[in-house]
């Protein structure tokens, strides 16, 4: 594990949630859902540096402290079109758009934004929903040569096996919450067309939605069938990676 991370140490803070920092000494954020987030540690709420944000998609269980936190610390964040218009209309400096298929030089690390199947939307303080463009997952490379898939919130789909082919991930994080996302059989198929190695399960937590009912268990037997190549790395909030 530590040899295929080259040096980039991956936190998870829960639900869909990531701080990473980079061999180069970067930090980034995917999805900075913190201060409302049942799963995120208290002591890892609070982010003093960071360099870059990446936004999924606009629901409030990702796009969560991205304004105070880009604020704050000056982040730069990359997210599609709409959310960017969003951001800098909500004076934030530093937004920048990537689209799908797009692949852009971020500090030190590739990003590539890929697709997702689900919606995206901003919800304001009177519940109104504004058009939050399209959902997207990412494909990061890291200075390493480490490559890592977050899919974001999504169901199944045949390209899948484009990505795995295109940017060939190391590891992949998926989520197989069900309900609003891939549930464990979906995602064991998505670990067979990524033809990933190492999975990271995420975004099934009941304590953030009651309404999950997939579990890294039964995600570890479908994958026993249908990806029995792949490594499960079931993390708790907190967790590093490598430990
Ligand atoms: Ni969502
Ligand atoms: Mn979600």
Do not use: W
């Not at 920092?21 to 980034?28: K, L, P, V």
């Not at 913190?34 to 709420?45: A, C, I, V, W």
């Not at 218009?85 to 692949?103: D, F, I, M, R």
């Not at 937590?205 to 999950?212: A, G, N």
């Amino acid at each position: 594990m530590q040899e295929m991370l080259g040096g980039t140490r991956i936190t998870y803070l829960g639900h869909a949630t990531f701080r990473i920092a980079t061999a180069g000494g970067e930090q980034i954020i995917i999805d900075p859902f913190l201060s409302g987030n049942p799963q995120t540690p208290e002591e890892l709420k609070q982010v003093d540096e960071l360099d870059t944000i990446l936004l999924t998609h606009g629901h409030f269980d990702h796009f969560g402290d991205t304004i105070p936190l880009a604020k704050e610390t000056g982040a730069t964040v990359i997210s599609n079109f709409e959310i960017m218009s969003y951001l800098q209309g909500q004076g934030v400096e530093n937004a920048q758009p990537l689209q799908k298929g797009g692949t852009a030089q971020i500090g030190g690390i590739k990003v590539t934004a890929t697709n997702a199947f689900h919606s995206s939307s901003i919800q304001t303080e009177n519940g109104s929903l504004i058009y939050g463009g399209e959902p997207m997952g990412y494909v990061l490379e890291f200075e390493s040569g480490f490559r890592l898939y977050h899919a974001g919130d999504t169901c199944l789909f045949g390209d899948m096996q484009l990505i795995g082919e295109l940017y060939n991930p190391n590891l992949a994080m998926l989520p197989i919450g069900d309900r609003l996302v891939m549930g464990p059989l979906e995602a064991a198929h998505a670990t067979r067309l990524l033809g990933v190695n190492h999975v990271v399960p995420i975004h099934y937590s009941p304590e953030v939605l009651p309404i999950f009912t997939g579990t890294p268990e039964d995600f570890q037997k479908r994958l026993n069938d249908i990806a029995p190549g792949a490594t499960v790395h079931v993390m708790q909030p907190g967790d590093d990676l490598a430990s």
